[in-house]
């Protein structure tokens, strides 16, 4: 496989189920970020990892906890979420932490829907 | 504030009409303007990056440009598969990458 795969490409969740979402890319790139993709609204970033190392935690709630076991796979656990917290959540890559010349490789996204 | 808008929100083109995106910017050291394309239930798709003023890039029928205060992506004779949300993001001077809310394009046979 090449480029960013996330799964699973659709959720629904209760409010106090426990799920997490995997993201996995095949660019050999060094940096890896969440973002948070509601409808009308600018993508948010959530989190970023360089090099396996959290480099941003964009005041994310604690009911959102990352993961980064290595540069090639990222992890997002989700526990006791709100309704207001679905949207499409993207996983993306870069070669490095958005320098200057950084683009940013998205994964297809995970639609969330918590009831 | 660093803030990126894009308009319009939503465009409907016939195929073969041309016309134009806008996203306007006020940010504290540009460093960079990326344009991005996103199909429905799919993540944003690279397309270009410009870095100053004046500067030019194109890809098949899309040209990007870029003033001091915003950028256009031109569209010359779209086809139905040109359709899609059109994302703009500016990198400032703390290296942050701020996203405007896109422009949704239909174009029509």
């Known amino acids: 496989e090449t480029g960013v795969t996330q799964t699973p490409r659709h959720l629904v969740m209760g409010m106090t189920n426990k799920k997490s979402l995997k993201c996995e890319q095949h660019?050999?790139?060094?940096?890896m970020y969440w973002y948070k993709q509601s409808a009308k609204k600018p993508l948010e970033l959530m989190f970023v990892?360089?090099?396996?190392?959290?480099?941003e935690n964009n005041s994310v709630p604690s009911r959102f906890s990352p993961e980064c076991p290595n540069s090639s796979h990222l992890f997002l656990h989700l526990h006791t979420l709100q309704p207001e917290d679905s949207a499409l959540y993207l996983c993306a890559s870069s070669q490095d932490w958005q320098g200057p010349n950084e683009k940013l490789f998205f994964g297809s996204g995970t639609q969330l829907s918590v009831l | 504030e660093d803030q990126v808008t894009q308009s319009p929100e939503a465009l409907r083109l016939q195929e073969g009409e041309s016309s134009s995106l806008n996203c306007s910017y006020t940010?504290?050291?540009?460093?960079?303007l990326f344009w991005y394309r996103q199909d429905p239930g799919k993540g944003p798709e690279f397309l270009f990056t410009l870095y100053s003023a004046g500067e030019e890039k194109e890809k098949e029928r899309l040209k990007a440009t870029l003033t001091k205060k915003e950028s256009f992506l031109h569209i010359t004779a779209p086809k139905p598969e040109d359709s899609a949300t059109y994302l703009c993001a500016v990198q400032a001077g703390t290296d942050k990458l701020i996203f405007g809310t896109g422009t949704r394009l239909q174009v029509f046979p």
């Open positions: 660019l050999g790139h060094n940096a």
């Open positions: 990892y360089n090099f396996k190392e959290q480099t």
């Open positions: 940010v504290s050291g540009l460093r960079g």
